[in-house]
């Protein structure tokens, strides 16, 4: 909806503060998108996939064209593929060159639909980097995944969408900020309860959650009161715990009628 | 836009095959009749083929009567079927539209190539009906006969030859239109070509149905064969005005149908 495929029966869209559908032709030459995995002409070399796209629309300069190809082939890695036919690539090289893609025109505004799909860990931790760069060059990302640790590691503002509704939107620091609490590391927790009573929060086999914000003051209690403490860290909620606390099921998840007002 | 179009149809090796196996009949035909030297009797097969054996100029006529019928349908259908549908499938179409192409812009842009693609092939299969009519049979330098018994000089000859590869291309142009529509309405070009073909089969079999000739003469199919009255003397306008007016009614509606569903669809493929 955003890029003007699909319509909205009701409501409006807005990208970069101009309508949408309405104002396509001006705003989209400067969103660089990677919707639903690359798509490619396979008869056609990787240069050519990109001049063809290139000349399909506004806002690509024919003058310019080779050198920008030449720089973004070069951004993703794939400065030295030649001529061979995008049918010939494997995943990895298809989702680079669909980056590669959406990195012509030097866009503000950048949409990815899981960029790292089909890259190994290499590829991943290259794409972070060029993502990376790119924000230190200005350029907005808006990436969309499945992969928490992708978000974790990438973004600075996250929002879950629960059903197709937006149920939280945040500084990724305010979300998994420290929850004022200590986890315990020990091999006997019960110890934990007893030394400091009252301001244990759970139990478990390994571990304890005490009140306090200082892990340093704890530790000093505890081993004040000669219980082994083998780790400690503040409590921080991961972003998966903040995920499954704001999104109630799961999106691809079907119940049947009856069992949804049980939830 | 239109230039990218026409360089994405053009570089694609699928087009030259098309264009290749649909003059493999043809050139079939012509090396078997100067071979056994049995031409049909006037009257009977495809039109014009009784009468290359006196003479070759005649060829290119003869090679289009040959694939009129079904080979060149199926041909633009399967280019045209693929036009949006193909982009769909392959999921080129969301990067196209998303570029912004713009939906008109790209549906004409499709438009053209198509209808350039109609216009090539057909001029390829006279082409190369050419060459083999010169290269295979006697060529009466000072003209031929026409069907109504006259003679013809050479000029007349060549004139109404690219009238009738005219009307032979418009004639496709109905097909193409068909082929389009149905590539917009299904993200697969397989039922986008055979929703075309399915169509002119369904024509050309109402038309030979004495039950169906109150709607026979508005049929996609009724006058393709109207090129042959180009060879009479005088040239029979009568059902080459009414095919050229019903094709043009074709396109129009089948083209303003395309445009209506495309500008307003959700492109999710």
Known sequence: ?263 | MIAVELRKLFRRPRTWVTIGLLNALPVLVAVLLAVTDLAPRPGEGPVFLSAVLTNGTLYPLAALGIVLPLFLPIAVALIAGDAVAGEAQAGTLRYLLARPAGRTRLLVAKLVSVFAFVFVTVLVVAAVGYVVGQLLFDVQPIGGTSLSGTTLTSQQIAGRTVLAIGYVAVSMLGVAAFALLFSTLTDSPLVAMLGALGILVASSLLFTLDAASSFAPYLPTRYWLAFVDFFREPIQWRDILRGLGLQAVYVAVLLGAAWANFTTKDVSS
């Not at chain 1, 001006?26 to 919707?35: D, E, N, Q, T």
């Not at chain 1, 000349?55 to 030449?70: E, L, N, Y």
């Open chain 1, 1 to 263: 909806m955003l890029l003007g495929l699909v319509l909205p029966t009701s409501g409006s869209v807005q990208l970069l503060g101009e309508p949408m559908p309405r104002a396509a032709r001006r705003v989209l030459p400067r969103v660089g998108a990677l919707i639903e995995g690359p798509a490619h002409y396979g008869h056609l070399s990787g240069r050519a996939n990109l001049a063809l796209m290139d000349a399909a629309g506004p806002g690509g300069s024919r003058r310019t064209r080779t050198a920008r190809i030449d720089t973004v082939l070069e951004q993703v890695g794939l400065a030295g593929v030649g001529r061979k036919p995008v049918r010939a690539y494997s995943l990895g090289m298809r989702q680079r060159l669909g980056l590669g893609a959406a990195l012509l025109r030097r866009p503000e505004l950048l949409v990815l639909d899981e960029p790292t799909n089909g890259l190994d860990p290499q590829g991943i931790h290259e794409i972070r980097d060029l993502l990376l760069d790119l924000h230190r060059g200005g350029t907005t990302v808006f990436l969309s995944s499945h992969l928490l640790a992708e978000v974790e590691q990438l973004c600075t503002r996250v929002g879950v969408l629960d059903r197709g509704r937006l149920v939280l939107q945040d500084q990724l620091a305010t979300l998994t900020a420290p929850t004022g609490a200590t986890v315990v590391e020990t091999p006997d927790p019960q110890q934990v309860k007893a030394a400091l009573d009252g301001r244990v929060l759970s139990l478990d086999a390994t571990r304890a959650v005490v009140q306090g914000a200082d892990p340093a003051e704890v530790n000093a209690a505890l081993v004040a009161a000669g219980v082994p403490v083998t780790g400690l860290q503040l409590q921080r909620p991961s972003l998966e715990e903040v995920v499954l606390a704001a999104a109630s099921t799961s999106a691809d998840r079907v119940d049947a009628p009856g069992e949804r007002s049980r939830r």
